[in-house]
């Protein structure tokens, strides 16, 4: 959502600010670094990140089982990436953008 784009550029701004005041890495680079990392976030999880249902429940989930201990069925994306794995590929990549611009 354009809310959301918006929240992650504020906080790539924030991070860097912090970054820079105290030292650690230039202004640019953690901010580039930080929007790239929250935009990756944002497709892998729209596209890749395993989403799943419980019919128990009659709920959107991401886990197998469900917290009720129902099995749950994959609706869409990939059963091997969760939450976890998309937050890294995204920490990943936003610490090699600010490596390469630093």
């Given at each position: 959502?354009?809310?959301?784009?918006?929240?992650?550029?504020?906080?790539?701004?924030?991070?860097?600010?912090?970054?820079?005041?105290?030292?650690?890495?230039?202004?640019?680079?953690?901010?580039?670094?930080?929007v790239?990392g929250?935009?990756?976030?944002?497709l892998?999880?729209?596209?890749?990140?395993?989403?799943?249902?419980?019919?128990?429940?009659?709920?959107a989930?991401?886990?197998?089982?469900?917290?009720?201990?129902?099995?749950?069925?994959?609706?869409?994306?990939?059963?091997?990436?969760?939450?976890?794995?998309v937050?890294?590929?995204?920490?990943?990549?936003?610490?090699?953008?600010?490596?390469?611009?630093?």
């Amino acid at each position: 959502t354009l809310l959301g784009s918006l929240g992650a550029v504020a906080g790539a701004c924030v991070l860097a600010v912090v970054a820079r005041v105290a030292g650690v890495a230039p202004l640019p680079a953690v901010a580039v670094a930080g929007v790239a990392g929250a935009a990756l976030d944002s497709l892998i999880g729209a596209t890749l990140q395993g989403q799943r249902y419980c019919a128990q429940c009659a709920e959107a989930c991401e886990t197998d089982p469900h917290r009720c201990g129902a099995q749950t069925r994959l609706v869409r994306g990939l059963a091997s990436i969760d939450n976890d794995g998309v937050n890294f590929a995204a920490t990943l990549c936003g610490a090699l953008a600010a490596y390469l611009l630093a």
